[in-house]
């Protein structure tokens, strides 16, 4: 009679955080609001899905602003979510997005079982599930959120490929094919996995070296190229879906990754360390600064020796070669785009937005820093363990209490180390998607339905906007007219941010966490209207 298999009690604890963020998923959703590109991106989902309906025939999709440059896998599949769910088009989108974030704590979990075992790959789900950059995320944004998921696949892909070298299995191929296609697909910024992959393939082929000869190395890894160019095939056929300009031409990729490198629309200035600074003109240490105050201090610690740990197997020559060369990978997809980008300085704007995807491998390698310590603990006995767990969970309760205290608008959250966004509010932009006019549109409708208030006779109610107005007009609905010019407005609703000028009219609706202004309502009723922006005096 066959045994049943034991469920390792590390992956009955993933399990349940996998159920419990599910659970959390299902009943928050719908809180989120809608930031500056939401309304932009539904358009561009709606028209990809039409490109494809009319047999190629409506290209619209192929140059709708500057979209056409990215993946729409995300849009189509919200687009196809809204025909069937019975939520609204903006929740549904929503919903969509907390699938993809799951999915990607999943693969975390997964790869980080794979490289460390049981016990690292809880630890690194674990870690990502109380990071409110990636949970804040994976909500509201339509583009580097299903990117950061992207790329978790992709290494994980790369993973499993060397672990089999040089023959991989038709699995890890195709999980490394569909790597490629989703991540090509969704940005052309993909191609940074491609140094860290070659860098593992190459320590594949020193060890082959070193173990047979120069000869047999070329051999197994000619062996190895073939039996991966099926990857490349579907990894294209994929991206081709996911983003149809890019297949259009065959330069069309290089003509995106050259827009993206010297991408810049109007200049504009961010706050940045107190000071207003020209995006293209952020200091070179932008991302890491901005990693050490936006993160969580357990997941930078365990992070970090991690990342160390990681570098220093890759050369054990007494470790397997496989496994060293996916520990490789695994650095490499921390280190080399934060490197990458403080070298190249492209424009640095809405804080770490853009480098979503260097969190989840970060977590990995905690997961692994832990699982490691947790090793060192065993033969001290139970309490060196249970100390070394309540570490774990200590550490985690900061950013989950934090969560908890800013959510909807968790993206916002800043480390102790910073100060929480109390302090960041000084010196960093806080709310720069604009999320919180979803929160403010709703209590302006109560307020004003309690008073039982009507608009002035041949007209919608007048709210002047500074920030997103698409967004804005979006959240408040058809009885709302929104302006941004100087005709005369009913109400103003601006985002706490420091490009929006504090009134001194009436305050009808106040979003605040933690002390700090993210939106707010005004009366403006019976008097003028004003210019809502301003810029503070350096």
């Not at 066959?2 to 719908?30: E, N």
């Not at 969704?186 to 082929?205: D, K, N, S, T």
């Not at 070179?284 to 160390?308: C, D, E, N, T």
């Not at 208030?453 to 709210?463: D, E, L, T, Y």
């Amino acid at each position: 009679m066959a045994t049943r298999p034991v469920i390792h009690l590390a992956d009955r604890v993933a399990i349940a955080v996998l159920a419990a963020m599910t659970i959390v998923a299902a009943l928050t959703f719908r809180d989120y609001g809608l930031g500056w590109d939401d309304v932009t991106h539904s358009q561009y989902g709606a028209l990809l899905l039409q490109y494809y309906a009319s047999g190629f025939t409506d290209t619209r999709a192929l140059n709708f602003v500057n979209l056409y440059k990215y993946g729409g896998g995300f849009d189509m599949a919200a687009g196809l979510a809204d025909k069937i769910l019975p939520f609204g088009l903006f929740e549904t989108r929503r919903l969509v997005g907390a699938v993809v974030g799951l999915i990607g704590l999943a693969v975390v979990w997964r790869l980080g079982r794979r490289l460390g075992g049981p016990i690292a790959g809880a630890a690194a789900l674990i870690l990502l599930a109380a990071c409110p950059l990636y949970v804040g995320h994976m909500f509201m944004n339509a583009k580097d959120a299903p990117f950061a998921t992207a790329m978790a696949v992709l290494l994980y892909g790369i993973v499993a490929v060397i672990e089999q070298y040089p023959r991989p299995g038709v699995r890890a191929v195709v999980l490394f094919g569909i790597g490629l296609g989703l991540a090509f697909g969704q940005r052309i910024l993909a191609g940074i996995a491609g140094p860290y992959g070659v860098a593992a393939v190459a320590l594949m082929m020193v060890a082959d070296t070193r173990a047979f000869d120069a000869g047999t190395a070329l051999r197994r890894f000619g062996r190895f190229l073939w039996t991966v160019l099926p990857a490349l095939v579907l990894g294209y056929v994929i991206m081709g879906l996911l983003w149809p300009w890019s297949i259009i031409k065959p330069l069309n990729p290089i003509y995106a990754a050259e827009y993206f490198d010297t991408f810049f629309e109007k200049p504009w200035k961010e706050l940045y360390e107190g000071r207003l600074i020209s995006v293209p003109n952020m200091p070179a240490s932008y991302l890491v600064h901005l990693f050490a105050l936006k993160l969580p201090l357990i997941l930078l610690a365990f992070g970090l020796i991690g990342v160390i740990g990681a570098f220093i197997l890759a050369t054990r020559t007494k470790v397997a070669a496989p496994r060293r060369a996916g520990l490789l990978a695994l650095a490499l997809a921390v280190v080399l785009p934060i490197a990458t980008a403080s070298a190249m300085h492209p424009a640095f704007y809405n804080g770490l937005r853009h480098f979503i995807f260097v969190v989840p491998p970060l977590a990995i390698a905690g997961g692994l820093a832990f699982a490691w310590l947790f090793d060192r603990a065993r033969p001290h006995g139970k309490a060196a363990m249970a100390a070394l767990c309540a570490i774990l969970a200590a550490g985690i309760s900061l950013p989950v209490y934090d969560m908890v205290k800013l959510h909807p608008y968790e993206y916002t959250s800043f480390n102790a180390m910073a100060g929480g966004v109390r302090q960041a509010q000084h010196g960093y932009m806080i709310d720069y998607w604009g999320l919180s006019f979803k929160q403010a549109a709703d209590e302006l409708r109560t307020r004003l339905a309690s008073g039982a208030a009507q608009p002035p006779k041949g007209r919608r109610w007048v709210v002047a906007i500074c920030g997103p107005q698409a967004t804005a007009q979006q959240q408040l609905g058809p009885e709302f007219e929104t302006t941004f010019d100087k005709k005369q407005a009913d109400f103003a609703m601006v985002l706490g941010t420091f490009y929006c000028r504090h009134l001194t009219a009436p305050i009808l609706v106040n979003i605040e966490r933690e002390g700090v202004i993210y939106a707010r309502v005004y009366d403006l009723r019976g008097g003028p209207t004003p210019n809502l922006l301003t810029v503070p005096k350096p």
